[in-house]
């Protein structure tokens, strides 16, 4: 049964850090590329950061380029969300999915195929 949860998620004070963790069962990360997205209240869902599983290259949203770093943990099948610098904006619960197995790296939704039930960040002070 494929299976991703994210973890990590938390209430912070604008300026803090948050690490999201995304753990996969039933399948290898690396064979897929993993995004993370956010959605917050009346938004739509988001693209916030992809890493490749072709060859490991990161790509992220503007809103975040800079303060934000996806990394991928073989060893645990887990992907990694370290976000630093956090701003009330990034207020929103964030997924990681799966991306579809033709897809090399996207920031679209409609590119990923398995989600997982997403973890609420909130910055607030």
């Known amino acids: 049964q494929v299976q991703l949860v994210e973890s990590g998620g938390g209430l912070v004070q604008p300026g803090s850090s948050l690490r999201l963790s995304c753990a996969a069962s039933?399948?290898?990360?690396?064979?897929?590329?993993i995004g993370w997205f956010r959605q917050a209240p009346g938004k739509e869902r988001e693209g916030v950061s992809c890493?490749?599983?072709?060859?490991?290259?990161?790509y992220y949203a503007d809103s975040v380029k800079g303060r934000f770093t996806i990394s991928r943990d073989d060893a645990k099948n887990t992907v990694i969300l370290q976000m630093h610098r956090l701003k009330p904006e990034d207020t929103a619960v964030y997924y990681c999915?799966?991306?579809?197995?033709?897809?090399?790296?996207?920031?679209?939704?409609?590119?990923?195929?398995?989600w997982g039930q997403g973890t609420q960040v909130t910055v607030s002070s």
């Open positions: 999915a799966a991306a579809l197995s033709h897809i090399i790296s996207s920031l679209t939704p409609s590119d990923f195929g398995s």
């Open positions: 039933g399948f290898t990360l690396d064979d897929y590329a």
């Open positions: 890493i490749s599983n072709s060859d490991g290259s990161t």
